[in-house]
């Protein structure tokens, strides 16, 4: 089945009790058992529940792996992941991740004993490097968050699989519409699903697919262990944002591109990170694990202009955290998504205090060009 009909109909696609054509939101937490100690296929909300188990079965379909997870968000999704690990365990860890997940890493995972180095994970050495004895995964993001990143999923995994460790991928920017961790060798792919799967900045949600059985019993623990699950309701909101994916995406990377052609043009940029430019180092590997761009893209302005004022003169563009949405968002990651990074180690890695994080919308792309236009004509200092 192609992706685009998988977006419609994997997962449970029509409710065997009624037939109904959406997935009914079964608001319950508990379901009558028809004799004593059976085993029914749902007992209790937080192990299970017809509308979560829907959207699981789909985003699993869409990953192609063999189960997926539903979490109340992404951060919930990536703490479960790493529970699979014991204090002692060395976790490898891209050097350019989500500022929650350095967060959940440096302030909460630390304290319980997981061992973490940072690595950049563009570079293979560097990472065959840091294995060490108790090593148990590679975890990283590609593309990263702010700097667009590219890693290569397949060779990290063959390494990974050479060292007997765990290869965890965040495919939030990507979405499996773009990328498909677990077809290039991956274990366990993870989602915030607050952002392109979800798609209309109307949900908190996270995601986790894997492909080997005994991996899926374990997330599956877990999951039903720690508790954070996400409820009927959210669980039915994702899967019908899921369903227009494939037209969001499309529409996502015409916009992004045609912004990047009119940045590029602009002689107020001087720098832009955006994972279809052919000029950029990543571009070859860009072009063998993903089938697409994406909507996002970083740049930096002339440093004669205000940063803050070409923002605030912005009046479609809509000057807010989070990504992947119909409605374009923009953001100083310095100062607000990864304010929580200590200011070094946030310009050692080039996130500079001047960079831009553009999420492009689905919006008509004359508009957002003549919105991105004025505001540069105003931001003078
Ligand atoms: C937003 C985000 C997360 C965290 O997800 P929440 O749903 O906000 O908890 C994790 N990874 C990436 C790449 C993200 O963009």
Redesign the pocket.
């Known amino acids: 089945m192609d992706f685009k009909t998988q977006l419609i109909h994997g997962g449970i696609n029509q409710d065997q009790a009624t037939g109904a054509v959406s997935v009914p939101i079964y608001q319950t937490s508990t379901f009558a058992q028809k004799e004593l100690g059976g085993h029914p296929s749902f007992e209790y909300s937080r192990t299970g529940n017809p509308t979560r188990l829907a959207v699981e079965n789909l985003i699993a379909d869409l990953e192609n792996g063999t189960a997926g997870f539903a979490f109340a968000?992404?951060?919930a999704a990536?703490h479960t992941a790493f529970s699979l690990f014991s204090a002692g365990d060395h976790i490898i860890v891209g050097n350019d991740v989500?500022g929650?997940?350095f967060r959940l890493i440096n302030t909460i995972l630390t304290r319980l004993g997981l061992e973490f180095t940072a690595v950049d994970t563009r570079n293979l050495t560097a990472v065959a490097k840091s294995i060490k004895a108790n090593t148990k995964a590679i975890y990283l993001?590609t593309p990263t968050?702010p700097l667009m990143h590219i890693s290569d999923i397949a060779a990290l995994s063959q390494l990974a699989k050479h060292n007997q460790l765990l290869m965890i991928v965040?495919n939030?920017?990507a979405s499996p519409y773009f990328q498909q961790p677990l077809n290039l060798g991956a274990d366990l792919v993870l989602h915030?699903a607050?952002?392109y799967l979800g798609g209309h900045s109307d949900l908190?949600?996270?995601l986790i697919v894997v492909k080997d059985a005994k991996l899926a019993e374990q997330i599956g623990y877990l999951q039903n262990a720690i508790g954070g699950i996400l409820g009927p309701q959210d669980s039915w909101l994702l899967q019908r944002g899921i369903k227009t994916l494939a037209v969001r995406m499309e529409a996502h990377q015409q916009n992004a591109l045609k912004i990047f052609e009119f940045l590029q043009k602009d002689s107020r940029i001087t720098k832009i990170y955006y994972p279809g430019d052919p000029q950029a180092a990543d571009y070859q590997l860009v072009k063998k694990q993903m089938t697409g761009f994406g909507g996002m893209l970083s740049f930096e302005i002339d440093r004669k202009l205000s940063v803050k004022k070409f923002i605030e003169k912005l009046r479609l563009i809509t000057l807010a955290e989070s990504?992947g949405s119909v409605e374009s968002l923009i953001e100083v990651p310095a100062i607000m998504t990864h304010g929580s990074i200590p200011e070094q180690l946030r310009l050692a890695h080039g996130i500079s205090n001047e960079l831009i994080r553009l999420s492009v919308g689905i919006e008509a792309v004359e508009d957002l060009l003549a919105d991105l236009k004025q505001a540069l004509d105003q931001a003078k200092n």
Do not use: H, Q
Request: charged content about 15%.
């Open positions: 968000s992404g951060s990536i989500y929650g997940t993001e968050n965040d939030t920017f915030s607050s952002k908190i949600a996270g990504l």
